[in-house]
């Protein structure tokens, strides 16, 4: 799986946007960019990934460079309950490759949601 | 629909003990995983399960057995447990082990060793 880089800590007012950047540099093309992240004791909770296109849910919306090198995630309006650890992970599209499965967890970004 | 659930959540063991931690998941998913969390770390795979009837180890599989019992569920037993093994254990599953399949986690089992 490619390498991630993630800021290690980000603060943000509530009810603003959050924006979290992520550069995987070395990504290849047949790599998602997966984004959970881990609120404080609890498990890891999917938020979002994402091929090539951008791509939005009812939580987030990730956004990918056209060279695929970096993308963003972006919490439109975030709570206090949106504190937390946020992880950004390249996964190989195919089973059997080196990325069998394996989610490869960094150290993430603690984003902290102030009132 | 629960999702992945796991018991227990907290568990106390003394050197020497074994204990088994159940994991179940009510999804219809092929794979599941067993990750290990250590304070201020991210998580390692320690087996994973691409579907029923088939087990693999993955990153530090050292001290650690798996059972995938029927689709649902897949246990991690600990044969004889060491203050190393102190961790929050989570069960994970999806439905492939693909990379386009999302990976969903169980609440984890804070387990300590003395």
């Known amino acids: 799986d490619a390498k991630t880089t993630q800021p290690p800590s980000m603060d943000c007012a509530e009810g603003r946007a959050a924006n979290l950047p992520c550069n995987h540099s070395t990504i290849s093309g047949n790599e998602y960019v997966y984004w959970y992240r881990q609120i404080h004791s609890q498990g890891p909770q999917y938020i979002i990934h994402?091929?090539?296109n951008n791509e939005t849910n009812e939580m987030a919306s990730l956004i990918i460079t056209e060279d695929r090198k970096s993308s963003t995630l972006i919490l439109p309006h975030a709570t206090l309950r949106d504190t937390a650890v946020y992880y950004c992970?390249?996964?190989?599209?195919?089973?059997?490759?080196?990325?069998?499965?394996?989610?490869?967890f960094g150290q993430g970004t603690i984003l902290t949601v102030h009132p | 629909n629960a999702g992945v659930t796991q018991t227990p959540k907290f568990q106390v063991l003394k050197t020497g003990q074994s204990m088994t931690l159940q994991c179940a998941q009510d999804?219809?998913?092929?794979?599941m995983y067993w990750y290990r969390q250590d304070p201020g770390m991210g998580l390692r795979l320690i087996y994973y399960s691409a579907s029923e009837g088939t087990t693999d180890k993955g990153e530090v599989p050292n001290g650690y057995n798996v059972s995938r019992l029927n689709k649902r569920e897949f246990s991690l037993r600990l044969e004889s447990a060491a203050p190393s093994q102190t961790s929050v254990y989570f069960c994970?599953?999806?439905?492939?082990?693909?990379?386009?399949?999302?990976?969903?986690f169980g609440p984890g089992t804070r387990l300590t060793v003395l």
């Open positions: 999804m219809n998913h092929n794979s």
């Open positions: 994970a599953s999806s439905e492939s082990l693909a990379g386009r399949d999302t990976q969903y």
């Open positions: 992970i390249v996964r190989g599209q195919h089973a059997g490759g080196t990325s069998y499965g394996k989610l490869t």
């Open positions: 994402g091929l090539k």
